[in-house]
């Protein structure tokens, strides 16, 4: 199966400017997730859809970032004015939605690589 | 709240010698722990999971991984280093076995070097 794809692969813009990043879970998955890693430090959770719906988005560092998930399928978030500590990398995963206490493996995507100049 | 510490930003080891990246995690209740691997260009991987059962877990690429209680320690093993073993490894945790978020740590840099 396809894995779980992310786009641009990078992108360079600069402060005060709009991005959006898409990411495209794996078929099936009804969790999503974005992470984001600022340089030299850990990966933080943003926020988790399960279908169309926001579980959980008390990573989001402020209202600039605006995430959706219309349809269940893809997701995109919107950074916008995007600021200088803004940049990193933002990695997408999804997973099954299974019940009870088996573990939903998450798969990630490649990352999209932003810089804010 | 949960959390991951990577002590070790970077480790060189010799190619054929073993290996150990360190972890260690603060959860409370049972912790569901994890490793992670990227390759340069690439997403996250997965290696290896504890959920329960044996302490020991074996993992992708001959990797292995011992869960210590007691002190809190996750770390990830491999008894002969491969060059194509440098990447970044990263420790993570879960308090629930589905369905949540994970808390990584900051990840270590592993070189294998020839």
């Known amino acids: 199966e396809a894995g779980v794809t992310q786009f641009p692969s990078h992108s360079v813009i600069e402060k005060g400017q709009t991005v959006t990043l898409r990411c495209d879970p794996i078929?099936?998955?009804?969790?999503l997730y974005w992470y984001r890693r600022v340089m030299g430090k850990e990966i933080k959770f943003l926020l988790h859809?399960?279908?169309?719906?926001?579980?959980?988005e008390s990573g989001m560092p402020n209202n600039r970032f605006l995430a959706e998930r219309t349809g269940g399928t893809y997701s995109t978030l919107k950074v916008q004015p995007a600021e200088l500590e803004d940049s990193g990398v933002y990695f997408c995963?999804?997973?099954?939605?299974?019940?009870?206490?088996?573990?939903?493996?998450?798969?990630f995507g490649p990352g999209t690589r932003l810089t804010v100049l | 709240a949960q959390s991951v510490a990577q002590p070790e930003d970077q480790v060189n080891v010799a190619e054929g010698n073993p290996l150990t990246v360190k972890c260690t995690y603060s959860?409370?209740?049972?912790?569901?722990l994890f490793w992670y691997v990227q390759y340069p260009n690439r997403g996250l991987q997965f290696l290896l999971k504890?959920?329960?059962?044996?302490?020991l877990v074996k993992g992708s690429y001959g990797f292995e991984a011992e869960f210590n209680k007691s002190q809190t320690s996750f770390h990830l093993k491999k008894p002969s280093a491969l060059v194509s073993d440098s990447a970044w490894y990263f420790c993570?945790?879960?308090?629930?076995?589905?369905?949540?978020?994970?808390?990584f740590g900051k990840g270590t840099r592993l070189s294998v070097i020839a």
């Open positions: 995963a999804s997973s099954r939605l299974l019940a009870g206490a088996m573990y939903n493996e998450q798969f």
């Open positions: 078929s099936g998955h009804d969790n």
């Open positions: 859809f399960v279908k169309e719906s926001k579980q959980d």
């Open positions: 959860v409370s209740g049972n912790p569901y």
């Open positions: 504890y959920i329960t059962g044996d302490n």
């Open positions: 993570a945790v879960s308090y629930s076995s589905g369905n949540t978020p994970l808390v």
